[in-house]
C-alpha cells in the first residue's frame, strides 16, 4: 500500500508562508496498491484539486479516469474540493462517491450536488461531464474487491462521521478523524438537579465500551491517520465537544493499541510550521512515543507499508 497527502489542513484552507511546510489544504488522502489499478482517494478537501490535476497531466500514461471517493463525511472541509476535480469534466471519466449520510432525506447526492449550484458556483451538477455514482455508507465490513477489505467505525463527531481500515493482505491501513474521545453524556455531578446515578453509570459504560471499540478498530495497523487538531491544554480548556482529538489522545490510544506508524493529521488552521515542528520536537520522539513511531502528517509525502 502506498498513501500520499494531499491535503492535511483541518476546517479551512490557510494558504500563506507560514504552511508552506506542512501544506494548507483542507483533507484528502490517496490510497494506492502497486499492482492493483485501483485510484482510492479519501475525503475530497482543497487538496483533490492537485490530485486531480496530477491525473489530467498524466492521463496519456494511465488512461481514462477511474476513481473511487471515500467521504469520512460531509463536513465542508472534506468535500470543497470537488467543483475543482478537473476530471469530473471529462467525459471518459467515471467516479464513485461512497460516504455516510446523516439524514433519510437528503441524499448523498444531494449534500455532494448541493454545491454546485448556481448559488455557488458557475457549473451545475447536472452539467458535470463524467459518470459519477453515490453509494451510502455505514458501518460495516465491505469487500472492495481485489482482495481489499474495507471496515468502517462510527467516530466521536457533531455530524455523522466514519472511520476506514483498509486491509490488503498483511497490510492495514487505518483513518480516524473528525473525532474526539467518546465521554459520559449524563451529569456526573450529585449536586446537579439533573444527576441521576443510575444514568451516569450507564453513560459511564457506554462512553468506555466505544472508546474500546475504536482502539480495537486501530489494534495493530501498519499507519494510523488521526485527528490531533488540538493539544490536551486546548482541548479541555474550551475545545470539548467540538469533534477533535488532542495529540496526547492520540498518541496514547495508538500506543495501547500496537499501532506501528501514527500520521497526526487535521492541523489546526491557526498553526503555523514553526509551532508544528515544535510540537513535533515535544511529542514524536521515542522517548515519548515508546515503539509506534509519531510524525506529523505532510502535504505531498507518501507512506509505503
Given amino acids: 500500500m502506498m498513501i500520499k497527502f494531499w491535503g ?32 482510492i482517494i479519501i475525503d475530497a478537501g482543497s487538496g483533490i484539486r492537485e490530485l486531480g ?8 500514461k494511465i488512461g481514462p479516469i477511474k ?9 465542508w472541509d472534506h468535500i470543497q474540493g470537488i467543483p475543482f476535480f478537473a476530471p469530473i469534466y471529462s467525459r471518459e471519466t467515471e467516479i464513485w462517491i461512497h460516504g455516510p449520510c446523516s439524514s433519510k432525506e437528503v441524499s448523498l447526492q444531494d449534500v455532494i450536488g448541493g454545491q454546485l449550484t448556481y448559488h455557488y458556483f458557475p457549473v451545475r451538477h447536472e452539467e458535470l461531464a463524467a459518470r459519477i455514482s453515490y453509494t451510502h455508507l455505514t458501518e460495516g465490513r465491505f469487500d472492495l474487491g481485489d482482495g481489499i477489505t474495507l471496515t468502517t467505525k462510527y467516530l466521536n463527531h457533531p455530524l455523522l462521521c466514519l472511520g ?37 453509570r450507564v453513560g459511564e459504560q457506554a462512553a468506555m465500551e466505544e472508546n474500546r471499540r475504536l482502539e480495537e478498530f486501530f489494534k495493530g495497523v501498519d499507519l494510523l491517520v488521526h485527528d490531533t487538531q488540538y493539544t490536551r491544554q486546548e482541548y479541555e480548556s474550551c475545545k470539548i465537544g467540538w469533534g477533535h482529538s488532542s495529540i496526547e489522545h ?56
Fill in 250 to 305: 492520540a498518541i496514547e490510544a495508538a500506543k495501547r493499541s500496537q499501532v506501528k506508524r501514527l500520521a497526526l493529521f487535521h492541523h489546526d488552521p491557526m498553526r503555523t510550521d514553526v509551532q508544528i515542528d515544535e510540537l513535533s520536537e515535544k511529542y514524536c520522539h521515542p522517548g515519548y512515543t515508546g515503539d509506534t513511531e509519531v510524525f506529523f502528517a505532510r502535504e505531498g509525502v507518501e507512506i509505503n507499508i
Fill in 8 to 39: 492535511v489542513r483541518g476546517s479551512i484552507p490557510t494558504p500563506g508562508p507560514n504552511s508552506t511546510k506542512y501544506g494548507g489544504n483542507t483533507l484528502c488522502l490517496q490510497l494506492s496498491i502497486k499492482g492493483l489499478d485501483r485510484l
Fill in 67 to 75: 476513481a473511487e471517493i471515500l467521504l469520512t463525511h460531509t463536513h
Fill in 53 to 60: 490535476n496530477h491525473l489530467v497531466a498524466n492521463r496519456t
Fill in 164 to 200: 476506514l481500515r483498509f486491509q490488503y493482505g498483511t497490510k492495514v491501513f487505518c483513518t480516524a478523524y473528525d473525532t474526539e474521545p467518546f465521554r459520559n453524556l449524563f451529569s456526573a455531578d450529585p449536586e446537579d438537579p439533573s444527576y441521576d446515578e443510575t444514568m451516569c
